[in-house]
Nanobody
Framework: VQLVESGGGTVQAGGSMRLSCGNS????????RGWFRQAPGKERQFVAA????????RYAESVKGRFTVPKDNAKETLYSEMKNLKPEDTAVYYC??????????????????WGQGTQVNVLS
C-alpha cells in the first residue's frame, strides 16, 4: 500500500503550485498525513502535516505563511498549496501516512506508506 504524489513541475520564483497526495487504490489507514521534501545531497526534511480526523496542522518554519495543507477526506486526498515559492524550495516532495500515536511528528520515522515523490523545481 502506498500513497501517490502528483502535481510537481517547474515554476519561477514567486510562483505557486499545488501538489496532491492520494491512495494507490487501497485504503490507507490514516491518523495524519505529512509532506516532506528532499533536495539533492540532503536528508528528507519535514514540510507540514495535518491530522486526518480534524484540522490540526503543523508547519516547518521555512514554509509558514507560504504553504498550506488542505485535505479532502471524502477523496482521501491531501494537498500542498504552495505560494511565493523560492529556489530553496526545489526538491522532491513526498507524502507519508502518519503512524498512530506520533502526533504530527516532524521526523521521517513518524510516517510510512511513502509515495514515489514528485519533483518541484523553482527557478530564480
Amino acid at each position: 500500500v502506498q500513497l501517490v504524489e502528483s502535481g510537481g513541475g517547474t515554476v519561477q520564483a514567486g510562483g505557486s503550485m499545488r501538489l496532491s497526495c492520494g491512495n494507490s487504490g487501497e485504503n490507507v489507514r490514516t491518523y495524519a498525513r505529512g509532506w516532506f521534501r528532499q533536495a539533492p545531497g540532503k536528508e528528507r526534511q519535514f514540510v507540514a502535516a495535518i491530522a486526518w480526523l480534524c484540522t490540526t496542522s503543523r508547519y516547518a518554519e521555512s514554509v509558514k505563511g507560504r504553504f498550506t495543507v488542505p485535505k479532502d477526506n471524502a477523496k482521501e486526498t491531501l494537498y500542498s498549496e504552495m505560494k511565493n515559492l523560492k529556489p530553496e524550495d526545489t526538491a522532491v516532495y513526498y507524502c507519508g501516512a502518519g503512524q498512530r500515536g506520533r502526533n504530527l511528528d516532524d521526523t521521517v520515522e513518524g510516517y510510512a506508506d511513502w509515495g514515489q515523490g514528485t519533483q518541484v523545481n523553482v527557478l530564480s
